[in-house]
């Protein structure tokens, strides 16, 4: 029962972001959406590294397998950014593009300073961080296209 609440978000789940992604991001997106409903952080931390958990954390197999998942989820994000590039206004895209080139260096930084936190299993943890990061940067997508988001350049054509 511990996915319960899980459960009941993939039920409200809207269809764009069941028809856009992929199943298994979708559930962490859900996860991650619903954290305050009732889903945990490691819930959702077990969901987003669900494909890797055969390898021994901070090996040279885990590192491989994770960075498999960061291809796919700069995937989810690319394909997400070009739908929200395509719905918002042209002035909300170039916000959009400027705050993107914003993030991808602190996301560098930040996952850097994680890797030279941890010296064993170094590209893991940078690699873990990496798709942390990119999930969240998903679901704020999402978000957008649904309608749900607040940020300033989220101002969907008319």
């Known amino acids: ?6 459960i009941a978000a993939l039920t409200t789940t809207p269809a764009m972001a069941q028809d856009t992604i992929a199943q298994d991001k979708v559930l962490v997106l859900a996860c991650l959406e619903t954290m305050e409903a009732g889903t945990t952080w490691p819930q959702c931390v ?3 590294f669900q494909p890797c958990v055969s390898h021994e954390v901070g090996t040279a197999a885990h590192a491989t397998c994770l960075g498999g998942v960061r291809e796919e989820w700069s995937g989810t994000v690319k394909t997400l950014q070009d739908e ?3 719905a918002v206004t042209s002035e909300g895209s170039s916000e959009l ?4 080139g914003q993030w991808t260096g602190y996301v560098v930084q930040k996952c850097q300073d994680v890797a030279v936190s941890k010296p064993d299993g170094a590209e893991s943890a940078r690699l873990g961080c990496e798709i942390s990061e990119l999930a969240g940067l998903s679901g704020e997508f999402a978000a957008c296209l649904e309608g749900r988001s607040s940020a300033g350049y989220c101002e969907i054509k008319q």
């Open 46 to 48: 077990e969901l987003m």
């Open 1 to 6: 029962m511990k996915y319960l609440p899980l």
């Open 97 to 100: 593009l400027d705050l993107m």
């Open 84 to 86: 929200v590039i395509e």
